[in-house]
């Protein structure tokens, strides 16, 4: 099957920086997601991108699904950025890859 | 829209028990999904549906489990009976197709 693989797994960063999300998979998907989940649990929905760069806010993606990567951009990070974030890939079912922990400090 | 809405938000249960987790799918979403997230195995799919009908249950850990979907606006999992091993966060999602993925704020369950 498919693997998703996502750098770098842990990311401490202060409150202004900014910060790039890697999110590499072996194989040609249908989609891909990227997912922020909170430090109560929520799975937030950043974005759907199955190619080609999409920005809300402060943050970015890009997806280069020639070469099987997407980036997430976060600039200006902010304490309540903080949580794990995670990359989906559709091939022939959605496939998680383990995640990037943010933590943001004042 | 509502979103995926999904009950109970906590479960805490004694080993042996019977449970039932609920949810609500997206209306108008074709596909669902019942996802469990530990800490040592991250989020895994249990199980799917597409139009009601179960795809894929190849996920599902053990015939301790089972889930069903009688229409387009409601699932159920159930774990019978229910051990220690089982506490996790259960998430149910919905999508149109293959597109977007939605998820539910999940059931944190808990065996004693």
């Known amino acids: 099957g498919i693997q998703v693989e996502q750098s770098p797994p842990d990311l401490i960063l202060q409150e202004g920086a900014n910060s790039t999300l890697r999110c590499n998979f072996s194989?040609?998907?249908?989609?891909l997601q990227w997912f922020h989940q909170n430090p109560w649990g929520q799975l937030i929905n950043l974005f759907y991108i199955p190619s080609g760069t999409k920005q809300n806010g402060r943050l970015s993606a890009t997806t280069v699904a020639t070469e099987r990567y997407s980036l997430l951009y976060i600039s200006s990070s902010q304490t309540t950025d903080s949580g794990v974030y995670f990359c989906a890939v559709v091939g022939a079912q959605l496939i998680f890859g383990t995640g990037t922990r943010l933590q943001v400090f004042p | 829209d509502a979103g995926v809405i999904q009950s109970p938000r906590h479960e805490v249960t004694e080993m042996g028990q019977e449970v039932t987790l609920r949810c609500k799918p997206i209306s108008g979403h074709d596909y669902l999904f019942w996802y469990r997230q530990t800490m040592m195995r991250g989020l895994e799919l249990l199980i799917y549906?597409?139009?009601?009908?179960?795809?894929?249950d190849s996920g599902m850990p053990e015939d301790r489990f089972s889930a069903k979907m009688p229409n387009a606006s409601f699932s159920t999992l159930k774990i019978q009976p229910s051990e220690p091993r089982d506490s996790a966060v259960y998430f149910c999602?919905?999508?149109?197709?293959?597109?977007?993925?939605?998820f539910g704020e999940g059931s944190r369950l808990t065996v004693l």
């Open positions: 549906f597409n139009n009601n009908v179960p795809i894929d």
């Open positions: 194989d040609s998907v249908n989609n």
């Open positions: 999602a919905s999508s149109l197709g293959v597109g977007e993925l939605f």
